[in-house]
Each structure stands twice: as C-alpha cells, then as structure tokens.
C-alpha cells in the first residue's frame, strides 16, 4: 500500500497528481509554484512524509520521433537531485500529448483563459499519472 508521486516539471510550476494507496487512480494535487531547486525540493520532500510517497514518476519529455526532448536533461538532473534528497526512486514516463491532452480537455469544459494556465500542470500529471497506473 504505497503512494507514487508525479510530477510534471515546467520552468513556473510543477503539476502534481497522487495514486491512490492501491495503485489504482489518480488525484490531482494543487501546483508547486517554483521558487528555486532547493526550495523545491524541500517542498516534494515533504509531500512525500505527509503523503507517504513510495516513488516518483516524472514525465520525459520525448519528442514525436521518439528521442529525448531538450528539456530531458533538465528534468533528468532534477530528478537525479529529488532522489538523492529523498531517497525514494524516480521512474520516467512518456509525456508526449498530456499537455495537449490536458489543453482539449480543459478547452472544452469551458474554463477560462486564465485558470487554464495553472489547470493544465494538474491535469497534464493526472494524465500521465493514470497512464501509467493503466499499464500496470
């Protein structure tokens, strides 16, 4: 009965979404806004305490050919950092389209302009979170 943390790692914000203890559904959570690394990271460190957090899934940002993205080493750094801060590991996971996924969706809910921003980060780690509980 553990928790897996995912997080879709953006320069402003990070969207976060939880699993369920049986691994099972996610739940979106409310956005990190990113100040600095260690800022942040003492953030998700405690998410992890307060959520008992068994491991992370971050997106990978690959592009539509299949190769790593430009942001891959970005995000591989950062999560390199995570793991070592908390001691829990880190599994990538293809985030192609969950962002434009996230972005249909919202659009057409109706939901304004504005909100959609901030909204989108959510939802694009609840997509991806789902994704891959769906694969296990």
Sequence with gaps: ????????????????????PLGITAQGLPNLVRTNKRTDLAALE????????????MGNPINMGGAEGRQSGWVREFAAALEARTGLPVK???????SVEAG??????????EKRAAA???LSAVILLQSYLDSL
């Design 104 to 113: 249909r969706v919202l659009r057409s809910s109706g939901i304004s302009i």
């Design 120 to 122: 989108v980060d959510r």
């Design 92 to 98: 990538f996971w293809d985030e192609r389209l969950t």
């Design 46 to 57: 405690h998410l992890v305490r307060e959520r008992e957090v068994a491991m992370f899934l």
């Design 1 to 20: 009965m553990t928790r897996i943390l995912a997080l879709d790692l953006g320069k402003k914000r990070i969207g976060l979404a939880i699993s369920d």
